[in-house]
């Protein structure tokens, strides 16, 4: 079945960039002149997605605002919400009726790609394979403890080249010791509509929310989960200073500003 459907989880409150968010969700902050969220909606459409349902909260209305303009030829978006903040896999739930019994895209706005190659593969492997499919990305040992953490084997529905896997098992946020590979899941995922079924089944963390990774690793002990390796630029917008780096090196790869602020920085760092 084709993948028409993009979900974005919007509905935290992003209290990592207070004050800043008391007025401004932090979904909308500039990437230059560019809300961050308008990269993801892009790259979904560029993906082949022609709906985005953008997940998020009351509390958030220039969410909804916003998103009641971004509509295009290409990609209508609308909004649903989450009541309360319940995690990634609450979050994921509440888009069950606006995606209906069919394959969807998740797609984390703290992280923007470089480009819609990977969204890409991932939508290529489900539709060959019918498993849901997943970002995966090599990083050093020290760092699996952030993520959720894979192992995996060899696919032999590689659809998307030798980067494809089939993962085994996943645990989210492991202690370096309890790492079982240095493969982490990253915010890119094409899940099969039997994710709501699973998500229904899982109990929630210790911190009470709802998680994602436990609706994978249950997919993954039925041998429902594929993964897609890759090296794709990936910036990591759910911090102040990731979100400064990606504006740095966003505005460096434009045309129209590109050369102005390399000669701006260059200037700066010589004297």
């Not at 009541?83 to 703290?110: I, K, N």
């Not at 630029?233 to 505005?251: F, K, Q, S």
């Amino acid at each position: 079945m084709a993948v028409r459907t993009a979900v974005i989880p919007a509905a935290g409150m992003g209290t990592r960039f207070l004050p800043a968010t008391r007025a401004t969700p932090k979904e909308l902050l500039p990437i230059y002149d560019t809300p961050a969220i308008q990269f993801v909606i892009d790259e979904a459409a560029a993906a082949g997605c022609d709906r985005v349902v953008i997940v998020t909260s009351r509390a958030k209305p220039s969410i909804e605002n916003y998103a009641s303009a971004a509509s295009t030829d290409q990609v209508a978006v609308s909004v649903v919400y989450q009541e309360s903040p319940r995690g990634l896999g609450h979050a994921v739930s509440c888009a069950r009726q606006a995606v209906g019994d069919e394959p969807f895209v998740v797609m984390l706005p703290d992280e923007i790609m470089g480009d819609a190659s990977l969204t890409k593969q991932l939508v290529a492997l489900y539709e060959k394979s019918g498993k849901t499919s997943i970002g995966l990305k090599k990083v050093p040992v020290a760092e699996v403890s952030s993520y959720g953490n894979v192992e995996v084997i060899k696919s032999s529905a590689a659809a998307s080249g030798e980067s494809s896997v089939a993962i085994t098992r996943v645990i989210e946020k492991p202690k370096p010791a309890d790492a079982v590979s240095d493969l982490v899941i990253i915010g890119r995922y094409v899940l099969s509509p039997k994710i709501f079924d699973k998500l229904e089944q899982i109990k929630p963390s210790a911190n009470g929310e709802l998680q994602l990774t436990d609706g994978l690793a249950m997919l993954a002990d039925d041998g429902e989960l594929l993964g897609i390796v890759s090296e794709i630029t990936r910036y990591d917008t759910g911090t102040p200073m990731g979100l400064l780096r990606a504006v740095i090196e966003i505005a460096l790869e434009r045309k129209d500003i590109g050369p102005q602020l390399n000669s701006w920085l260059k200037e700066k760092f010589t004297k």
